[in-house]
């Protein structure tokens, strides 16, 4: 959701406090637009010399599905069924948008269920929160496929709609001793909100307790609508566009080496989508390897116990008591410019 309070209070604060609120959102916008991922003139020479991947998934971010309106995810699923051809696809959050009901959660799995031609694995985000669980069942989860291992997460605290919370204690405890039993294998986070740039409550908190382990490789994530890199270390921090309110509806695809992983976006021109020569790399440190022994198949999927979310009174007065700390943590985890 491009209207993530943390990350307009946190440009608010880099814009100065003169130009208001909406000249703040003006400052956001520009900032954040102009760090978009861009077209290359040319295959670049990394990607020449890859070779046949271990595993491929593809990612939908943001689909915000209206219930009855299903024009917009269908061509996704059918350009992914008919070329991309994943082994997987992951669903980050915001799937369906107003009115969020158990119905309309259904509805979305349905067509999931219906039309998409290979497994999916999903995550709630700030706009499907209520009745997630009951359909879709938990958003802490995680498995291996090809020597990498991958974990979804939720936000168990928020304010309905803005995506600005915390997560629960119970969450770091499983977060914590999964990525211990996993420590050896490449690590990639599945959420809807960000770690860089951090626009929710937990961000550092999640970012030192993933840094302990110094598995993680990347996360991947959504929510601001946008076509974003940033690289804070080994970390590389993919935000992709939405596949709904999105001028290209983008989709990405990854395609796992045992080195790296080669990210590929797709948008819709003219009506279908097409490959835009958008070339992205999630480098794997030296002691860090996929394993093609391993094959394609998801394994050692496990999940804790579903946890609805609570909603927070308090975290809607945010925008008036959090702007000083916020634009602190933007500052020190956002790219350079």
Request: glycine share 8%.
């Amino acid at each position: 959701m491009l209207r993530a309070l943390p990350l307009m209070l946190s440009i608010a604060v880099l814009a100065g406090a003169e130009e208001g609120f909406d000249g703040a959102m003006d400052r956001m916008e520009e900032f954040v637009r102009d760090r978009q991922v861009k077209p290359l003139a040319e295959e670049p020479d990394w990607a020449e010399k890859d070779g046949a991947p271990i595993f491929r998934f593809a990612q939908y971010a943001d689909i915000h599905h209206h219930a009855g309106r299903h024009d917009e995810i269908v061509r996704a699923l059918e350009f992914t069924n008919a070329t991309l051809k994943p082994d997987w696809v992951v669903l980050t959050g915001d799937n369906i948008s107003g009115p969020v009901t158990e119905a309309h959660q259904r509805e979305l799995k349905g067509i999931l269920d219906g039309q998409l031609a290979c497994p999916y694995h999903i995550v709630k985000g700030d706009n499907d929160e209520r009745d997630f669980e009951k359909v879709f069942g938990s958003s802490r989860w995680s498995f291996d496929c090809g020597g990498v291992h991958f974990i979804g997460l939720g936000l168990d605290f928020d304010a309905e709609g803005v995506g600005i919370g915390y997560l629960d204690g119970s969450t770091y405890r499983w977060l914590s001793k999964d990525l211990k039993a996993n420590r050896d294998e490449p690590t990639i986070l599945f959420m809807h909100v960000n770690l860089v740039p951090p626009d929710f409550l937990d961000a550092a908190r999640l970012g030192l307790t993933l840094s302990w382990r110094r598995s993680l490789v990347a996360t991947i994530t959504g929510h601001l609508h946008m076509d974003l890199e940033a690289r804070v270390g080994q970390v590389t921090h993919i935000m992709a566009p939405a596949v709904g309110p999105h001028e290209g509806h983008g989709i990405k695809l990854y395609e796992v080496h045992e080195d790296h992983i080669t990210v590929k976006t797709y948008e819709v021109v003219d009506g279908k989508y097409a490959f835009t020569n958008k070339w992205q790399r999630i480098p794997f440190p030296r002691r860090l390897r996929a394993d093609r022994s391993k094959g394609s198949q998801v394994a050692d999927l496990a999940a804790a116990d579903p946890l609805p979310t609570q909603w927070t009174e308090g975290l809607s007065t945010f925008e008036t008591t959090g702007r000083d700390w916020v634009g602190r943590l933007f500052r020190a985890f956002s790219p350079e410019k």
